[in-house]
């Protein structure tokens, strides 16, 4: 089961940007496209630009502030070869607290 960890609070973040946070072991970039938060990530997997301090387009793809390689906010998936993605988490808001989970990997068979 998801453990939800509260990063940030509503309104932290502006409209069509992202800000990064530490989860455990890991940094992850929170984005608020259209009022609506999704995480993934922060290091770029090029050479580990932040993404949070990235562009995000109206399609909900973030560009790396080095180099402009895009990533889906939502999934983690690499615009210019799909068959790749980094990590993804769950997002909720619970009052006015942005709580971020490691979405479970399924055990294998
Ligand atoms: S470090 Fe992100 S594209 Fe190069």
Known sequence: MSEFVTVAKVGSIPEGEGATFTLGDRLVAVFNH????????????????????GQVDDEGKVSCPWHAWRFDICDGT????????????EVRVVGDEIQVAKIESKPQD
Not at 78 to 89: E, G, V
């Open 34 to 53: 259209n009022g609506k938060y999704s995480a993934i990530d922060d290091l770029c997997p090029h050479m580990g630009a932040s993404l949070g301090a």
């Open 78 to 89: 690499w615009c210019d070869n799909p068959t790749l993605k980094i990590d993804a988490y």
